[in-house]
Nanobody, 127 residues
């Protein structure tokens, strides 16, 4: 059974940085899209960023472009989210997810397309 485990969340002041990690426990994810979503208190879960298996195609939500960067290390079966210039509105539980559809050349932002999810890690941006 594939498991995704996030880490790296915490409390950071506005303007600060964090790096989230998501490691897969089993199965090679080289060929699959990996993504990050987030859910703020009282809101629905929303797409943040995604990258294809080769890392050749990445997409971002408009609200995070230029501040958050997704990357992956296939040798470690891990996807990262580097978060810079954080704002209070970035406060949320962050989830990683994998889309097991093969052959995607462009990631999807649709939550329903993702097959496995991590348990989430809390990011709080506050002074």
């Amino acid at each position: 059974q594939l498991q995704l485990v996030e880490s790296g969340g915490g409390l950071v002041p506005p303007g600060g940085s964090l790096r989230l990690s998501c490691a897969a426990s089993t199965e090679t994810l080289d060929y699959y899209v990996l993504a990050w979503f987030r859910q703020a208190p009282g809101k629905e879960r929303e797409f943040v960023a995604a990258t294809t298996g080769s890392g050749g195609s990445t997409i971002y939500a408009d609200s995070v472009k230029g501040r958050l960067t997704i990357s992956r290390d296939n040798a470690k079966n891990t996807v990262y989210l580097q978060m810079n210039s954080l704002k209070p509105e970035d406060t949320a539980v962050y989830y990683c997810a994998v889309d097991l559809t093969t052959g995607r050349v462009v990631p999807t932002t649709r939550e329903q397309s993702y097959d496995y999810w991590g348990q989430g890690t809390q990011v709080t941006v506050s002074s």
